[in-house]
Structure formats: structure tokens, C-alpha cells
């Protein structure tokens, strides 16, 4: 019981590691909307969510840009695709 | 369909849910990809036929976006982002365009398996015991149309004309509270998917099907509404105008409000 607690609270911190990541990495793509990210993320829970989910497509990317597998391509440019469509979501987000 | 779905009371039933999704996946406002309506397609009608149990990532990715039996959703996650978008994509939705569903569709997060609930809305209005009862003929469902336009797309000028008696039609018969659905063209997979699925499951579904076509110099004007459950036509009406130079937006409202006043009345009478 006590593992399965630190497991889900290890998960939680994670999450909220990548929720951050994904905010910060934003910021920097996107500096004169930094106020109104920060604001946003501190309220919408939405928000927060795609921050993560953008930072999961690029660290996917990244993975498949080493990978040597034969789909490491396909891959490679489908994150791309999924992180700039999520900058798509995050900005209809916001706006 | 395995009307378990509707177990706990003030839940839907399920027929409403699969209703509620052909609409929701024909509604341009929701901002969703070909890709991910049919992720929602796919999680929803699991659900409704007894199958939440297969709703896993690995199935996700094999059935709906093409990986193979080696998927790894650790190193793939296209899975979760997806269904990250999915839920935003569905929350705004609800925020906006979809304010006024009956049914509510979500993906709580923690998994993929979707919630369905009534409206805060319809669920105040008729009280949640009475929402449990809304699959019966006193509290019958908004009935929807779809309305299809027949007319030639080798005349511009019927064509033209086709459009704007749709647009009447949408705005009147919105008015009378009837869900609108439009035919779309071929390219628009998904919404054409989801009115092809209604029409194989039509329930309280009803086609209008309408058309504009040129006879020398008049246009002729005919709709023609039929209960898609067993093809009766339950109303129809055609008229002539000659076509003149000039703006005819008030004959086609004239006889969109026709053709609205009688399909309200041929439903208020079954």
C-alpha cells in the first residue's frame, strides 16, 4: 500500500515536472505571450494539460530524431506535426 | 447497444449517447481532426456496446491510429497527447457551440474510457429522475434533421440557389428546436461517416431532402421530408418561380417556413 502510494505520488510529481517543462518551453517559443500563459496555466486546467501534452510531443521527437528504428522518420515528423498542432490548441487556449 | 450505460439513474440512455455523438461528430465547431473524431467515435461506441473494458492505450493505438502489435505507448505516447486535445477540444466545444446539448460527452482524465451526463441545463429543467425517463414518449428527444440538397451542382445558379434555401431551412428549423445536420461534401469524411451511421441507426432522425432545378426559365423549388426508420415520406411541397435577375431571399424564406410549419406539425401529430 505504502509503494502504490509513493508510486501515484511519484506519477503526480512527474506530471506536474512536465506540466511545467511544457509551460516553460512556451514561454520561450512564444516570449510576448508570457504574461498571459502564466496567468492562464495558474487557472485552466485545460491549459495546464496541453502544456503537458506539448511537452510530451517534443520530448517524443526528440526520442525518435535518435532512434535508429525504421519508423524513426515517420515518427520523427509525426511529433512534429502533433507539437505544432498543440501550439495550434494552446493558442485557440489563450486567445 | 447494452442500455447498462444508463445504469446509474440520470444517465443517458444509450441510443441518446450515440445520437448525441453522430451529431457532435458532424458539428464543425468542434475543432477535431478526421483522426481524433474517430478516437472519440471509437472510445464512445465501445462504451455504449459494452466494451469499456477493451478502451486501452495499446488498443487505441492499434485500432484508431494505425500502430502495430509493437506499439509501445512509453516511447509512442500519441495516445495520451491525443486524447489530451480530445478533451480540450470537447471542453471548449461544450464552453461554445455545444452549450445547448442535451448530453454531455467527456474523457475524465486518468484514462479514456468517456463519461456522458445530461446538461446542467437540461438536467435543471427536467430534474434528474425525469432525465432518467427522457427515452420515453412523454419526454420524447428533439427530433433531428438531415437535410440534403439534391440540387444540380452542373448549374451554378441551382446550386446557388440550393445553398440558400439550406441556410433558411438550418435557421428556421433551429428555431423550432429541431437538431440540423447538413449532408457534406465526400471530402468531409468523418461528418459524412457519422450522418451515413445515423442513417443506418436513424432513431428519432428524419430526412429533408431538398432540391433547386432549372425548367427554362423557372426553378423549382421541393422538399420532401421522410421518417428514415422505414423511408414514409411525411411531407412534401414544391413551387415555381420564374428566375428573375434580382435577390429571391423572400419567396426561399417563404417556403422554408412552409416546409418548417409542416414538418413541426407532422411530428406534434405522431
Redesign the interface.
Known sequence: MLFLYASRKGERVAMEQAQRRGLARLMLRWPNRRTELREKFARDPRLVELCEAYEAACEAAAYWAKSPATVSKQRLEEYNALASATEQDILERIS | MDESVSAHGAEPPSHEIFESLQTLLANDAL?L?ERNRRFLSFVVMQTIEGRSDRIKAYSIGVDVFGRDDSFDPT????V???A??L???L??YYEGAGAGDRIRIAMP?GGYVPSFAWSPEFAATVGASEAAKADQADTAPTATVVIHDHSGHSDPDAELRGELFTDALLLLLRKARFKTLVVPPAERAAASGAIQALFAHPGETYSLDIAVRPMAERRRYSWRFSDLRNGEVLASNFREYVARAMPCFEQIDDLAQDATKSITAVLAMR
Not at chain 2, 516511447?75 to 500519441?78: E, F, K, L, S, T
Request: charged share 40%; net charge positive.
Open positions: 475543432r481532426s516511447v509512442d505516447p500519441i495520451r497527447i491525443e489530451t486535445r478533451r480540450s477540444a471542453t471548449a482524465r
